[in-house]
């Protein structure tokens, strides 16, 4: 939107022409969104402490979780409102994967509020039922992967890469392709879910490899940085810098609310949208195998679940003492705060090992 009006004003007054630059309008994105979480943050809570809901807390996880009964859930709305606020006014609106990503964040988020909606109002703990949560994800996954196969501008958009190995690139077909976008953009959104179940554990590992992805889009969309690092170059991606950078901001201003001990929870409409969003740019930006590294929190809290639910069912034994594996650190003895700051630390590893990818080709 601004970025038109300063399209216009720069034949008026070259000043104007810095709004041009992806890394200049993606400060501003995310300051955008930071300022927008800090300002309108306080009112969002006390309107979410009217539904008189709170977070329902399990019965059988860590007793020093039962103090939060109450706590507000739903704040993930907060974050995005001030992202598709802070894309929608330094995003460039004719980038068709801008509003991909968008429109990925606005339908996973509708049905992440759908189910806290009936957990907090409706007064049903269950929610809504899995199999329709999944059926309505999988609608919105497919939908995304099969319009960016269809829609891909180069040969490059389509084909699977290997991080550290220039060589391996296999070209996908049609289902091929739909397939793999499918399973990130749907995967990591019920991985970030899983991952959101202490005050501010999912929210930054979501900033950390925000922040990453966008240095690939930057760079995939640029055919000099991408013909240097050898990395698939994606005429357009580059504009996907703005929405990590929004994801960025509003993700540090939600964390300011939601930091131990949380005064508001993200709940599934932030959880389900941010994963989802995380998992469809990484497809755009053909690096998935690299979101696996740098979302590896939560690849390994989805993981700790799978392991969890296989081995009780195959064995009548639990591997873990709670899953996911966040809560089995706790029911363990490690303070709450312990095993957010720890998970951060690995985060912030893995996010450097996933960047180490762009040179060791």
Not at 30 to 54: D, F, Y
Not at 177 to 187: E, K, N, R, T
Not at 207 to 227: I, K, M
Not at 332 to 342: A, D, L, Y
Request: contains cysteine; positive net charge; hydrophobic residues 55%.
């Amino acid at each position: 939107m601004l970025l038109e009006l300063a399209r216009w004003l720069q034949s008026l007054e070259n000043f104007f022409g810095l709004f041009g630059y992806l890394t200049f309008r993606g400060i501003l994105a995310a300051l955008t969104s930071l300022a927008l979480s800090l300002w309108l943050g306080p009112a969002v809570i006390r309107k979410l402490g009217q539904l008189k809901g709170g977070q329902p807390i399990r019965k059988d996880g860590p007793q020093s979780h039962f103090s939060k009964a109450g706590t507000p859930t739903m704040g993930g709305a907060l974050i995005l409102m001030t992202v598709a606020a802070s894309v929608l006014l330094w995003g460039d609106l004719r980038n068709k994967y801008v509003w991909v990503v968008l429109l990925v964040m606005l339908t996973f988020g509708a049905i992440g509020w759908y189910d806290d909606w009936i957990k907090i109002v409706k007064r049903d703990p269950n929610g809504l039922k899995s199999r329709w949560k999944y059926l309505l994800q999988s609608i919105f996954g497919l939908a995304a992967g099969l319009y960016l196969y269809l829609y891909a501008d180069v040969p490059a958009a389509t084909t699977f890469y290997v991080p550290f190995f220039k060589s391996i690139a296999l070209p996908l077909a049609g289902v091929g392709f739909v397939a793999i976008a499918y399973f990130w953009i749907v995967g990591f959104s019920n991985a970030v879910n899983l991952t959101d179940g202490l005050d501010g554990l999912a929210i930054m590992p979501t900033v950390l490899v925000a922040c990453a992805l966008g240095v690939f889009a930057y760079a995939s969309g640029n055919a000099v940085f991408s013909n240097y690092l050898q990395i698939p170059p994606v005429p357009g991606a580059g504009e996907l810098t703005i929405i990590c950078a929004a994801i960025a901001g509003a993700g540090l201003g939600f964390l300011w609310f939601n930091t131990y001990p949380a005064m508001v929870f993200m709940g599934d409409i932030g959880a389900l949208a941010l994963g989802a969003v995380l998992g469809t740019i990484a497809v755009i930006v053909r690096q998935e195998l690299v979101l696996v590294i740098m979302g590896g929190i939560f690849v390994i809290e989805t993981l700790s679940v799978m392991i969890q639910v296989a081995s009780f069912k195959l064995t009548g034994k639990r591997v873990f003492r709670m899953a996911p594996i966040h809560h089995h650190f706790e029911l363990k003895g490690w303070p709450e705060p312990r095993v957010i700051v720890r998970f951060w630390i690995i985060s912030v590893v893995l996010v450097l090992v996933g960047l180490a990818t762009l040179k060791v080709r």
